[in-house]
């Protein structure tokens, strides 16, 4: 012990604790022993200062980040130390990396490192080759274990033997194989959550329909001595995991996650994240086991799940949202291949427009191309209804067998859940009498557990009987009737107020695959070819709006006639016009003063100039028979009769006469014959008169 100096004594010793993961730290007890013991062996060489460093207890020593060693690092850096302890150079580091940086820091300052056979001084050269073989084996030791526990298990899962654990559902037999749980509450907890999904094609949509239906999912507790069932309330990373495992399509899946090491801050991280692509999968054997769900439903699942993950991917359409646009995820551009997004504008939010952002990412690369969706979807929609018109009332038939359904779903997870109550408050009660009533201590505990059983029990048969009491209305004659139309008319039920924009997207994206979308080159139509599920595919031309004009915009013919009664009338006289002749506003309501004088302004119209009529030679109705000294009647009778020319825009609007017309030979005589109540000579020069 020459090596151990005043010097080293005066410092403090360090002891070193580490095991490599929980399951060494929870078991291995007697390795923690030796480790803990060196506290002895340091006072027994002569330290009196001793600090025991355990932070990395459960964390490996192959390079990841470990808070202990580095404190340790770093109070051998400020000269503290004296020695370090630690039963094996394994315990200290299991790399080169931290195994020769811990020997450059001891060599430094003069840091003894002790073990449970020696003591290593780094100044030596002697003692520092020793410690350098002892950390090059233990690294070489390391990295043999690993590639010989690697190869074990790869080679087990290819038999399809190698379980980490089991999936709910599942049980193990014992000769290395799974089968379905023969608990049946469980296993029709698991064939409703893959139902629900065909139906809601939305993992947060069944995860919603759950919780409102407060329907439980059953979860592995694992203990330390066997696993055992309990039912909690669904979450996402539940569902999302049912329905990504292929396990419950009766496969057996091994290395579904891919490794990727990275270095950050100078130390590894390893990210292990799941392959979508079943190819890549290391092992995979189908029809091992039973499964829920065939192997194409989970390849149809897993599609799905794909396109619901907005943005996540080049191809993916994205989740179905309560936007009222209809084709989102299904639009792709013509030109570059990426999928259109949509924008709402307008002043309530609710006009959608299309646009592909094309290379956005480079400041230089202009928008492909952007058109209002409106009208696209009325077209789209009309086409899909048209194919689907002859299996309406099929849906309708359907729709009428379906309609109790989810709520006998509901009372056959109460019924489980009751005898599973039924179960735990027998068992309770089988405890609570077998205990000696004189022991009050148990019989106490026993009793409120039984108590709680009765409780939770009585609850479930509450919910069962409310349910039953009050079910949910069946369809009347009159609704079974009205149905069977709707069923037979797809677009009248397609327009109903009830219908939301969700339900139409879903029947959509059912039959749609997408939809190819382009410009002509005179920037008047889209080009669309759509795709079918099923590879059929069809061409449409739709009209494109002419820049300035959406639904909002006024009609043309409207415009015009308020430009030609602007030069007779002022703004009130113009809008009562309007009215009586069934026109209105682009937003659909009756014109006022304020909404013709605002049209004028925005198309460039003059308002009405008291006197402009008369200076045209233009005279109304009145002013014509006051200048024929007739009656209006009369005037108009002549108009009718065609003996009086006269322009008249629309139903309300004034008649407009020219004043030269009413100078016309003819019109005077005319109109001087009916003044003398005349009867007009025959225009037939074979008729005779009949005198008297």
């Known amino acids: 012990m020459m090596k151990i100096t005043a010097d080293h004594l005066a410092l403090s010793a360090v002891v070193y604790v580490r095991?490599?993961?929980?399951?060494?730290?929870?078991?291995?007890?007697?390795?923690?022993?030796?480790?803990?013991?060196?506290e002895a062996r340091a006072r027994e060489l002569g330290w009196n200062d001793i600090e025991i460093i355990d932070d990395d207890l459960g964390?490996?020593?192959?390079?990841?980040?470990?808070?202990?060693?580095?404190?340790?690092?770093?109070?051998?850096?400020?000269?503290?130390?004296?020695?370090?302890?630690?039963?094996?150079?394994?315990?200290?580091?299991?790399?080169?990396?931290?195994?020769?940086?811990?020997?450059?820091?001891c060599g430094l300052v003069g840091t003894l490192i002790v073990d449970e056979e020696g003591v290593y001084a780094s100044r030596s050269i002697n003692d520092?080759?020793?410690?350098?073989?002892?950390?090059?084996?233990?690294?070489?030791?390391?990295?043999?274990?690993?590639?010989?526990s690697v190869e074990a298990i790869k080679q087990k899962a290819r038999r399809g033997e190698h379980f980490t654990t089991v999936a709910v559902g599942y049980v193990k037999t014992n000769d290395?194989?799974?089968?379905?749980?023969?608990?049946?509450?469980?296993?029709?907890?698991?064939?409703?959550?893959?139902?629900?999904?065909?139906?809601?094609?939305?993992?947060?949509?069944?995860?919603?329909?759950?919780?409102?239906?407060?329907?439980?999912?059953p979860v592995v507790v694992r203990g330390s001595n066997n696993a055992k069932i309990e039912w909690r309330t669904p979450s996402y990373t539940t569902l999302n995991h049912m329905l990504t495992n292929p396990v419950y399509a009766g496969a057996y899946a091994f290395g579904r996650r891919g490794v990727r090491t990275t270095i950050e801050n100078?130390?590894?991280?390893?990210?292990?994240?799941?392959?979508?692509?079943?190819?890549?999968?290391?092992?995979l054997l189908r029809d091992r086991h039973e499964g829920y769900i065939s192997w194409d439903d989970f390849v149809r699942n897993q599609r799905l799940i794909a396109d619901n993950a907005s943005g996540k991917s080049f191809l993916s359409r994205g989740a179905i949202r309560s936007g009222e646009a209809l084709l989102p995820g299904l639009l792709r551009c013509g030109r570059c291949g990426r999928r259109l997004y949509v924008l709402y504008t307008g002043r309530g939010g609710d006009t959608q427009k299309y646009v592909c952002r094309g290379e956005f990412n480079k400041a230089a690369v202009a928008t492909c191309l952007g058109f209002g969706g409106m009208r696209l979807d009325r077209m789209v929609a009309q086409e899909v209804l048209e194919r689907l018109q002859p299996l309406g009332v099929e849906a309708a038939l359907n729709a009428m067998k379906?309609?109790?359904?989810?709520?006998?779903?509901?009372?056959?997870?109460?019924?489980?859940?009751?005898?599973?109550?039924?179960?735990?408050?027998?068992?309770?009660?089988?405890?609570?009498?077998?205990?000696?009533?004189?022991?009050r201590h148990v019989a106490g505990e026993l009793e409120r557990r039984w108590n709680e059983r009765i409780d939770a029990m009585r609850a479930i048969e509450r919910e069962i009987e409310g349910l039953t009491n009050s079910p949910s209305p069946g369809l009347s004659t009159g609704d079974r009737e009205t149905l069977l139309k709707l069923g037979d008319d797809l677009?009248?039920?397609?327009?109903?107020?009830?219908?939301?924009?969700?339900?139409?997207?879903?029947?959509?994206?059912?039959?749609?695959?997408?939809?190819?979308v382009d410009v002509d080159q005179d920037n008047e139509h889209l080009d669309l070819i759509i795709h079918w599920q099923g590879g059929d595919h069809t061409r449409l031309k739709v009209k494109k709006n002419r820049v300035g004009v959406t639904r909002w915009t006024t009609d043309a013919e409207v415009v015009d006639l308020v430009r030609v009664l602007a030069r007779h009338m002022p703004d009130y006289a113009i809008a009562a016009v309007l009215n009586r002749s069934g026109k209105t506003t682009a937003h659909g309501a009756p014109w006022t003063r304020g909404s013709v004088c605002s049209l004028r302004n925005a198309r460039g119209i003059k308002p009405y100039r008291e006197g402009e009529r008369k200076d045209r030679g233009e005279l109304s109705l009145e002013e014509a028979a006051d200048m024929l000294d007739v009656s209006p009647s009369t005037i108009r009778r002549m108009i009718i009769e065609g003996r009086l020319p006269a322009e008249h825009l629309c139903k309300g609007s004034p008649w407009i006469i020219k004043q030269s017309d009413l100078q016309r030979?003819?019109?005077?005589?005319?109109?001087?014959?009916?003044?003398?109540?005349?009867?007009?000579?025959?225009?037939d020069s074979n008729q005779k008169c009949l005198e008297f």
């Open 19 to 38: 095991q490599s993961s929980i399951d060494q730290v929870t078991h291995n007890l007697e390795s923690q022993r030796r480790q803990y013991g060196l």
């Open 59 to 105: 964390k490996s020593g192959g390079g990841v980040v470990r808070r202990g060693f580095e404190r340790l690092l770093a109070l051998i850096c400020e000269g503290r130390v004296g020695a370090v302890f630690s039963i094996e150079a394994s315990r200290l580091a299991r790399n080169g990396r931290d195994w020769h940086t811990l020997l450059e820091f």
């Open 128 to 148: 520092r080759l020793l410690l350098g073989m002892k950390g090059t084996m233990s690294e070489m030791e390391l990295s043999v274990i690993r590639q010989r």
């Open 176 to 217: 290395d194989r799974i089968e379905k749980n023969p608990d049946v509450r469980v296993r029709e907890a698991l064939d409703l959550v893959f139902r629900k999904f065909v139906e809601l094609q939305s993992i947060r949509q069944v995860l919603l329909w759950l919780v409102q239906e407060k329907i439980g999912l």
């Open 266 to 283: 100078g130390r590894k991280k390893v990210k292990r994240n799941p392959q979508r692509d079943w190819k890549a999968w290391e092992v």
């Open 402 to 439: 379906d309609q109790g359904a989810e709520q006998s779903e509901k009372l056959r997870q109460l019924q489980r859940s009751l005898e599973q109550a039924q179960y735990e408050a027998s068992r309770a009660y089988r405890q609570y009498d077998a205990v000696d009533p004189d022991n």
């Open 491 to 516: 677009a009248r039920a397609w327009r109903r107020p009830g219908v939301t924009s969700e339900t139409k997207k879903k029947i959509l994206r059912t039959v749609l695959s997408e939809i190819i």
């Open 665 to 683: 030979l003819d019109v005077t005589q005319e109109a001087c014959r009916r003044r003398s109540r005349q009867r007009p000579p025959p225009t």
